[in-house]
């Protein structure tokens, strides 16, 4: 035959065989448990579940299609083969003639050669630092510490930080985050800073109305509470302290200026309570913290401490959905246990608050340096003090305006600084990065999940409620609460070749990514199931199926994010282990033969066991390869015997071809042998 006849045969087959819905097998079933999901769909899947390679698609066939009908089906469709899954029999084709990636999906579904068909889905480790490119965040000890000395600190412990890009790996922030920062004020327009200020929606800076209603007039990025009553609408930091502390929440990161914040993309909002020296009153500060929380701010980042004061606790009580980050005192009396009892003298005020009011939404945090020792001039508490954070030689920005100062940086606008101010700002950065991955963690959440995940620190046990120091990676994976969509398209079958049992599904997607998939397996449904697996990606080859004496099993599978979230339980399916003579069965081509017949009844039995029931009789057994002829009986028998199994299992399964077989009549056909050997492997 000449090519291009053999092309066009080959263009015909595949065409008839487009049209030939007797050629579909059946694929769906019920799960034999609640936990398992709903059956296989051979429906397109959600191409927004995750990025892919465009262009690209992974195409499973039902097992029995030929190569020979493979080629062709592609031919069809103009696609070419640019990779294989062989293990999973998948091959990955393009389009020659640039199809879509959903479109092309849709094309091959539309054919009962093809079993599944889905993106080429990227896939990215669990667990993949990301690191900015900002030119100083090397010097940046507290995010990643290497052990080397920098600008602001001696060499320090390797290792000791927080573990950002680890991080970062998953979450980098969002600008949807406000954190406000009650200080000084802030240098809005400080090039690291002024692409993650945040501005007020609802009012701008130059109409003199107050647009928003709140009594104050064109307060468009934060206010001045320190300036005389009302204020004004210009929170400059005048005393550098404020500046240093939102470069450390967040510098913007990954932007090839300066340092990185704790939170690469956050809104930072302006909120001036301090004057130049870093004093405050009652007045100031209640007042900002009511204007951050009544313009959205879910964390509000204060490094300052005080005396008992009444109308401060009403103000952060009033406000239970908000995160108050508040600082351990490093002001006289400094260096001690703050939930000593303390009478405040004009000598000593006993400034341990906010962090001693009994609120719930109060994070108190302590600070330590590059070698987890606590700083020996600020509080610590074991009831009193949360946590501690890196506080010692900070890097940040910075606007050469004591005691924010030491060794700026003229040109990149850094500075270093030293006390628990340096501190809390990690912590409120960190509280934005777990907001970003889950925006309806509440306060509550929020606390928990941040002292929950700390480092444990020697030097801190019993001086801290958490007996440690913050980690942003453990803290990012704590704050994850979506668990991994369920795996879908379970499909489980044998192959002497392959040595085993081999299963393929529908990816799982995941917030910070899946890290693995859990195979589980049972040999019957009256026994429990068995772990026998973890693999890294959609497949697995299960080389413990036992053959001899020849076993069906039962296979769920679902998957496990970084975080230890679990997905739902996938569909079940069924694989026998039995290695067919002549397969696969060739049309025109195999005999039927007795073997057939008796390999059948061994692997039926084998399903029937899984299911529970007992084995089946059978006529004329045992058969006499060679001698016995095959008849309609044969496969009516295996029929309802097999129909009873995986009915017992849950499995739907549409009528058999030549549903009614009569035993002295009906010519046997390799369709009935094939159809049951699909339905036991």
Known sequence: MARRDRNLYRKRFVLMALAGACCALALGHSP??????????????????????????????RPEISAFNRSGLHELLETVVVGRIRAAGIEVVKSRQGVSTDVLIQRYLSSPLVKHAQPNYIHRASNDPKYPGDPKFSQQWALHNTAHSGTCNPAGTFDVDIDAPEAWGYVTGNPTVIVAVLDTGVNYNHPDLIGNIWSNPYDDCSNGI??????????????NFAAPDPGNNDPMDDGGHGTHVAGIIGARGDNGIGTSGVAWRVKLMPVKVFGSGGGGTTETLVNGIYYARDKGAKVINYSGHGANDPDLNDAIAASPNVLFVTAATSLDPAGVDQDSPCTPTQQNPCWYYPCNYPLANIVCVTDTDQNDVLDPLVNWGATSVDLAAPGVNILSTAMNIAPCNHNYDPVNQLACCTGSSMAVPHVSGAAAVMLSLTPGLSVSQLKSRLLSSVDPVPALANKTVSGGRLNLYKAVLASDITPPTTPTGLDAHYGSAQGGVTLSWTASTDDIGVDHYEVWRRPKITVGYTLIGTPTTASFLDTTAVTNPVTAYLY?????DAAGNTSGYSNVDLATAIAFSDDPLQVNVTPIRATHIAQLRTAVNAVRTAANLTPSTWTDDPLIVGTTVVKGTHVSQLRTALTAARTALNYSDPPFTDPTITPTQTVVKLIHVKELRDRVK
């Not at 899947?45 to 499973?60: F, I």
Request: glycine residues 10%; hydrophobic residues 35%; charged residues 15%.
């Open 32 to 61: 034999p448990s609640p936990q398992a999901s709903s059956s296989i769909s051979n429906a397109a899947p959600d191409l927004a579940q995750g990025s892919y390679v465009p262009g690209e698609v992974l195409v499973t066939f």
């Open 556 to 560: 769920i599978v679902r998957a496990v």
């Open 210 to 223: 107050d647009n928003d209603g709140n009594g104050l007039i064109d307060d468009c990025r934060g206010w």
